[in-house]
């Protein structure tokens, strides 16, 4: 058997080869950082020009998503790792042949960043979400910290390498080390068709209503789910959380450097944030499978936009770190609660086409935060404008989470009786 109860569940195999997947895909998006000088100043673009490919680089990873999750549903979690393993690899090695900036923007822009949204965790939560019921917030909550882990120890470490070799070098290395663990953890590690009981114990198993099998619910049709106020209300949160991380991330620095910090102190406390974040996903993981997730989700929102509001205002050293560390505790929650949410209201199904579109939202507030930051500081001289709107952003989007149905509630077809 794929499980047992008393014995080793094979579900948190899937759950370690996707962590360390995840580590890898999303360090590989986020850390554009330590290859940005070097490919700017080899291949002779302006900083501005090559800023203009890496956001175009962003869109195509968020309009992979929806792709990945609807070729997950139709052909297997094994499948579009595979797809998205060749694309990487083929787009890495025309990447560090290019050499004018439409074949690189076409390599390194569209095809790398549309081959890591197929590797994303938008293509490897269906696969949790079917094999756990019990601990499906844990599950995916051990997803969130690869993505964590993937920034906090990508970027060093491909930053020692660039350092090191060269960046065409490095992102040959990466090619290799990716295929290496990918392709057999797509090959040995990750099966779609998870035990009848998933991971529910045999007490719950005998709980379960007489005639829970015979009952047959469908999920809705993807076009209907899209009409439904839960999946709006979800992409709207995540609008948020996209907005302020990237915010965060590409502003964040400059914001505090403006406000008096020193660039050690400013990236300390930057740091911070993802450190924690790490720890406290394991946290909430188990939190989230006791407490009503929208009630988490609203308050990973509500800290977080608060914690927007603190950062405008610190003044010291210290209120620095524990400004961060609060902030840390909640913020890569949003992201696993989400998910989990969807997969209870539509079913395992539909989870992964529809955290697709729902995570452009993500991508789409990304988007214009970038833009937001320097616009906003650049016209009105103050760092307000952008983190002013993030705080407010997510303030609203907790106030919304909270409207969020109950765990239990379902949005299904109706059910078709056995006879």
Request: glycine share 12%; aromatic share 10%; charged share 10%.
């Amino acid at each position: 058997m794929a499980g047992t109860k008393k014995g080793w569940y094979f579900g948190w195999n899937i759950v370690a080869a996707a962590t360390l997947l995840t580590l890898l895909t999303v360090g590989m998006r986020m850390g554009v950082g330590p290859f940005f000088l070097p490919m700017a100043q080899d291949l002779g673009f302006s900083r501005s020009l090559l800023s203009g490919i890496v956001a175009i680089g962003m869109l195509c990873y968020g309009l992979g998503m929806p792709v990945a999750g609807m070729l997950v549903a139709r052909r297997g979690t094994r499948f579009v790792l595979l797809l998205g393993t060749a694309i990487v690899v083929g787009s890495i090695i025309w990447t560090v042949n290019a050499r004018g900036p439409v074949s690189f923007l076409l390599a390194f822009g569209v095809l790398m960043s549309v081959g890591l949204a197929f590797t994303s965790p938008v293509a490897l939560t269906p696969v949790l979400t079917r094999w756990f019921t019990r601990r499906r917030g844990m599950a995916l909550f051990f997803l969130s910290t690869g993505s964590m882990a993937g920034i906090a120890v990508m970027t060093p470490a491909l930053t020692y390498a660039v350092e090191s070799t060269t960046w065409q070098t490095t992102l040959l290395g990466f090619a290799v080390v990716f295929t290496v663990l990918t392709v057999p953890m797509a090959i040995f590690v990750m099966r779609d068709q998870a035990p009848p009981h998933t991971d529910l114990t045999p007490e719950q198993i005998a709980a379960r209503p007489a005639g829970h099998a015979t009952a047959q619910p469908e999920s809705l049709a993807f076009r209907e789910a899209t009409r439904t106020a839960p999946f709006w209300k979800i992409t709207l949160g995540l609008f948020a959380c996209g907005f302020s991380m990237n915010l965060l991330g590409t502003h964040g620095m400059p914001m505090l450097m403006d406000h008096g910090f020193d660039a050690t102190t400013s990236s300390l406390g930057i740091g911070l944030i993802g450190l924690v974040a790490i720890f406290s996903t394991l946290v909430l993981g188990r939190v989230s499978d006791v407490l009503p997730r929208r009630k988490i989700l609203a308050t990973i929102y509500l800290i977080r936009g608060l914690g927007f509001f603190a950062l405008l205002l610190v003044g010291t050293h210290w209120e620095l770190y524990v400004a961060a560390a609060i902030g840390g505790v909640v913020w890569s929650g949003s992201i696993a609660m989400s998910s989990a949410i969807l997969a209870d209201v539509y079913g395992v199904r539909l989870v992964g086409v529809l955290y697709g579109c729902a995570y452009l939202g993500h991508q789409v507030g990304a988007m214009i935060s970038s833009w937001l930051g320097g616009w906003g500081y650049e016209t009105f001289g103050t760092h307000w404008v952008a983190f002013g709107s993030a705080g407010a952003i997510l303030l609203l989007a907790a106030l919304i989470s909270l409207r969020l149905p109950l765990q239990g509630f379902t949005l299904m077809a109706p059910p078709r009786l056995a006879h």
